[in-house]
T-cell receptor, first 116, second 111 residues
Framework: AQSVTQLGSHVSVSEGALVLLRCNYS??????LFWYVQYPNQGLQLLLK??????LVKGINGFEAEFKKSETSFHLTKPSAHMSDAAEYFC??????????????FGSGTQLTVLP | SQTIHQWPATLVQPVGSPLSLECTVE??????LYWYRQAAGRGLQLLFY??????ISSEVPQNLSASRPQDRQFILSSKKLLLSDSGFYLC??????????FGPGTRLLVL
């Protein structure tokens, strides 16, 4: 079974500072990895995904993540935080379930606070 | 383009009452459909998934059930709600590829 660990349930950064949200995964096969963002009382929105192409993946809203196989990591970064980035962020890994369905296994989430 | 709808957006129900949450997807055919629950302070838990009409797989034993009466309709039900059923319920769909796309969610409060 695959698993995802997000280090730090709460991260605070100042506006304009670097955002770094950590994600480590375990997988017995090459993984597909995702970052989703959730604003209060809303569904999850896909930020970016890694599907075995380029190891540096660029997403929406200026976010990017780098797949590092040797470290089993997929950390999310943004060079300069904006107030609107305040939200909860989820890392997820995809594995094959029975039949053709694929399950997303989520980390426990990281709440990002951006300070003025 | 594809869109996913969930209703109601918010629901307050007494313990022991029935539940029906609906999810519909537009703009695609034969998607995989998923129900997740997000409890306060916890991550996302996969409850059910479906690869086709009438095909339901359960991931977690509970007093909830799911049905897929039409290709793009996925319903989450309960005969008697428990306090522990409170949470944020999310429906998602997937077609080709690995990405799941989520609906806006339903906030359920059981009192």
């Amino acid at each position: 079974a695959q698993s995802v660990t997000q280090l730090g349930s709460h991260v605070s950064v100042s506006e304009g500072a670097l955002v770094l949200l950590r994600c480590n995964y375990s997988s017995s096969v090459p993984p597909y990895l995702f970052w989703y963002v959730q604003y209060p009382n809303q569904g999850l929105q896909l930020l970016l995904k890694y599907t075995s192409a380029a190891t540096l993946v660029k997403g929406i809203n200026g976010f990017e993540a780098e797949f590092k196989k040797s470290e089993t990591s997929f950390h999310l970064t943004k060079p300069s935080a904006h107030m609107s980035d305040a939200a909860e962020y989820f890392c997820a890994v995809s594995d094959l379930m029975s039949g053709s369905a694929r399950q997303l296994t989520f980390g426990s989430g990281t709440q990002l606070t951006v300070l003025p | 383009s594809q869109t996913i709808h969930q209703w109601p957006a918010t629901l307050v129900q007494p313990v022991g009452s029935p539940l029906s949450l609906e999810c519909t997807v537009e703009g695609t055919s034969n998607p995989n459909l998923y129900w997740y629950r997000q409890a306060a302070g916890r991550g996302l838990q996969l409850l059910f998934y479906s690869v086709g009409i009438g095909q339901i797989s359960s991931e977690v034993p509970q007093n909830l059930s799911a049905s897929r009466p039409q290709d793009r309709q996925f319903i989450l039900s309960s005969k008697k709600l428990l306090l522990s059923d409170s949470g944020f319920y999310l429906c998602a769909w997937r077609l080709a590829g690995e990405t799941q796309y989520f609906g806006p969610g339903t906030r359920l409060l059981v009192l």
